[in-house]
Structures are given as C-alpha cells and as structure tokens.
C-alpha cells in the first residue's frame, strides 16, 4: 500500500480536534444521501458507532508506515463488517461520504491534494477490505 502519509497524517490531525461533527456529518449525510444503508444501523448505538468509525480512522492513520500492521487490522475489520451486513457494494457509498464529510468539516484546509490522498486511502483500504472477504 503505497499512500501519502504525510499528507493523511496532517489532514486527519485537522480533524481531530472536530472529531463529534465530523461523525456528526458523516451519519447525518449517509443517511440522507443513502438511506438504503439506514437498516444496517437499525439495533447500533449511534454514539457508540460515531466513537468506533473515528477510532478506526485514527487506527489506519496511525499505522500507514506499518503496512502488515495495517493490513491485518483491516482484514479484521472485514470480517466485523461482512458479520453487519455490509455488502460490496456499500464500499463506495461509504468512500463518498468520507470524502464529503471531510471536505465539509475541514474547508478551506481540504485541498485537491488532500482530497487525492484521501481518495486513493480509501481505494487501498478497500481493495483490502474486499479481497478478506473472498
């Protein structure tokens, strides 16, 4: 997984300290956005979920320079996630809405840059997340 670490290291950092609204965003615009996904969320304490999707940003984030590490943390969370209900096709939904969200708590701090490393993260993370899967 070759990504920009630097620049995903200092973008997350911007969001740390916003971290209750950018899960705040990041719910409220994926079920506006896609609601089809509202049932997978149907028995999750929300608070709960918000505190568990920023922990595992931090986890990734954390471990972009151990790449084994990260792989197999992801491949964790795969399984945690097939168990849910998610499908395949949620993926991208969920990419969208990270990269909206982010770009709606960070401003004028999201850059194209920014939103490029980002977006090829997520790919990465997917691609590996998927391929546990199988």
């Known amino acids: ?3 920009n670490a630097q ?13 209750s609204e950018f899960t705040e965003y990041f719910y409220s615009n994926l079920f506006l956005d896609y609601p089809q996904v509202k049932p997978l969320f149907k028995s999750t304490d929300m608070k709960e979920q918000a505190k568990k999707l920023f922990a595992s940003l931090a986890l990734i984030v954390k471990n972009l320079k151990q790449p084994d590490k990260l792989t197999e943390a992801l491949k964790a969370l795969a399984t945690r996630h097939v168990a849910y209900g998610v499908l ?3 993926y991208p939904i969920i990419g969208m809405n990270l990269i909206k969200t982010m770009s709606m708590v960070l401003k004028e701090q999201w850059t194209p840059e920014i939103e490029q490393a980002w977006t090829e993260a997520y790919s990465s993370i997917t691609e590996v997340m998927l391929a546990a899967e199988d």
Do not use: G, K, V
């Not at 620049?7 to 971290?19: G, I, M, P, Q």
């Open 1 to 3: 997984m070759s990504l």
């Open 88 to 90: 395949p096709n949620h």
């Open 7 to 19: 620049l995903l290291e200092t973008s997350f950092a911007l969001l740390r300290d916003r971290e």
